[in-house]
């Protein structure tokens, strides 16, 4: 059966430090990916998606960016952590319509 | 542009009673509807799409082109109801499996 992992669970980062999230998926191959974010008092935002490797969209101009090394692997990141880019970061991966999601990742930049 | 607007960010309710979680959308052409669903300390799941027509866990949810709504409904609200749920579209085509979430409502059934 299909399985998706995000590290970590938690992570507290100062102003200005970079970030790494990681995300992989078990039991299937080459689905789609993709990053939400998810900010207080806010819903669910879209950050990128992915169809293959190598292959990253944005939908939003922001201080992240994504990468898809491998088939199964989806990686948030960025030079330089803002303040606002505190949240809760999910990974997920999609069948023809239904998404299946990661557990997320809680991030707080103090 | 398309849009998803979930007007209520909390609603409460007593178990037994009706609940209607509302869904107002503004998509081009005929996107597919889905109401995502997070329980406590568990993942975001899905919980049923229109085009499916099912009742999953008591929940219907009706598509009103006319309208351009999908509210959730449940004639008798339980306590393991509480939830946050989101609505989401999916505008099919070349769109890659994306989802426009709305902003989500949390539920709260009290006993």
């Known amino acids: 059966s299909q399985t998706i992992h995000q590290w970590p669970a938690t992570l507290v980062q100062p102003v200005g430090s970079p970030l790494s999230l990681e995300c992989t998926v078990e039991g299937t191959s080459n689905p789609n990916l993709y990053w939400y974010r998810q900010a207080a008092g806010r819903g669910l935002q879209l950050l990128f998606y992915s169809v293959g490797i190598g292959q990253i969209s944005s939908e939003v101009p922001q201080n992240l960016s994504a990468s898809r090394p491998q088939d199964r692997q989806f990686i948030l990141s960025s030079k330089k952590l803002l303040l606002s880019d505190s949240g809760f970061y999910l990974c997920?991966?999609?069948?023809?319509?239904?998404?299946?999601f990661g557990p997320g990742t809680r991030l707080t930049v103090t | 542009a398309q849009r998803v607007t979930q007007p209520e960010k909390l609603l409460s309710v007593f178990k037994g009673a009706p609940v209607e979680l509302k869904c107002n959308y503004s998509y081009s052409g005929s996107p597919e509807l889905f109401w995502y669903v997070q329980y406590s300390r568990q993942r975001l799941q899905l919980l049923l799409r229109?085009?499916s027509r099912e009742s999953i866990k008591g929940f219907t949810a009706d598509l009103n082109k006319g309208e351009t709504s999908f509210h959730l409904k449940k004639p008798f609200a339980q306590e393991e109801d509480s939830a946050m749920y989101y609505c989401a579209p999916h505008a099919g085509g070349t769109s890659y499996g994306k989802l426009t979430f709305g902003q989500g409502t949390i539920l709260t059934v009290h006993p």
């Open positions: 229109h085009i």
């Open positions: 997920a991966w999609s069948t023809a319509y239904e998404q299946y």
